[in-house]
């Protein structure tokens, strides 16, 4: 596994580096006081990227840099000394970005962009424009910082792109281009993707507000006028995919259940009663399952609310495993669990007696190494109803005959 690479001679600074990345990363970082002693530890490990003080006993004109750049790792220089020459000297080199040690919120930002460094190989953008040369220019600055980038000449293009490849991030389009403008294209991407799926930065030479309140009030999350510096560019781009990923986040906890991972039950409603309107029309097989944790009480009296939590964490497990490719799961509440499955009253019972049985066999391990083991109760409702509020109903009721006809069974309907 790739880590993260700090060159770095100041004791203070590196426990600095080191509580920030292990706090808000969880990241253990490898250390290194001088340019040999980094050569070595590259000899060793594989590094995702490099955080590289730019004056070292042995490396006082920064040679380091350009060791560490040779070796195919991004670079975030540090820096305690900062001026135009040095500016200019430093950013000619393919670095990711410098940061000046001025205390706790630059650490906190040397931080935030190892955390980019983590995540952008994994992120599309597509830069769109007819010239050539801009293109290509713009391709190798984010190349730098790690990006998947990928070029269109025009609007036309770019979105035969999208289309073809739903999970780009972000858009970089020009203004001026021919057929389709760039506001043009904005309005397009923005009639099949939302601000939540999709960011959008637009370029232009226009100085005024015109061009850019255009491009804002039809979608673009932002806007930059050129000429402009490649630190701008990477702090904008950083910036939006930042609250690309915000806003994804929380819409992801607002759907999900926050011990289990599970859908929670607004959603699952929501969810569910899509699905039920398409089977309806289809006249496509649909059942719902209700299910209980018996005795789960005992549990968390017995073993206490920690180890029970570590019981629905394993069910959750569980129930993803053997149902997510079937339907939908969701946690309803405290130990009840709510299975929506595209199939019909045979497979959904077979599949559902199998998870039975293997949550009987189960035994799980509580917080102080107990060994847990426990039953379910299941509800299974593969009758039609009018509606999914009913069918879940009709599910609930059937999950209380399990229960008091003696637990550990399932009941169908």
Partial sequence: MKQVLVVEDSRTQQM????????????????????????????????????????????????????????????????????????????????MDYILKTGLEAIDYAASLVNRAKKNPSIKLLVVDDSKTLRHFLKKKLL???????????????????NQN???RMVITDYNMPEMDGVELTKRIREDWSKEELSIIAISADEGDERAIEFLKFGANDYIVKPFTEELLNNRINHNIDMLEMMREIRRLS????????????????????IFKVCLGKKSPFTVAMMDIDHFKNINDTYGHASGDIVLKKIALLLQKSFSKLGIVARFGGEEFCVLLEAGKERANQELEKFRNEV???????????????????????????SID????????????????????????
């Fill in 255 to 274: 759907e999900v259940d926050y011990l289990t991972d599970l859908y929670n039950r607004r959603f699952f409603f929501n969810k569910a009663e899509t």
């Fill in 390 to 413: 009913d069918t879940i109903n009709t599910a609930d009721k059937l999950l209380y005959e399990a229960k008091t006809g003696g637990r550990n069974r399932i009941v169908c309907g």
């Fill in 16 to 95: 600095m580096i080191k509580q920030r990345l292990k706090g808000r990363l969880g990241i253990d970082a490898v250390f290194a006081a001088s340019m040999a002693e980094a050569k070595e530890k590259i000899r060793q490990h594989s590094f995702f990227v490099a955080l590289v003080d730019l004056t070292l006993p042995d490396s006082t004109e920064g040679e380091v840099i350009d060791y560490v750049l040779g070796e195919k790792i991004p670079v975030i220089v540090l820096t305690a000394i900062f001026d135009k020459e040095l500016r200019d000297k430093i950013t000619a080199k393919p670095i």
């Fill in 144 to 162: 730098v910082q790690g990006y998947q980038v990928f070029e269109a000449s025009d609007g036309g293009e770019a979105i035969d792109f999208l």
């Fill in 360 to 386: 009987e066999a189960l035994v799980v391990k509580g917080e102080l190494g107990e060994d847990i083991s426990f039953t379910i109760s299941i509800g299974l409702n593969a009758k039609p109803c009018s």
């Fill in 166 to 168: 739903r999970d780009v």
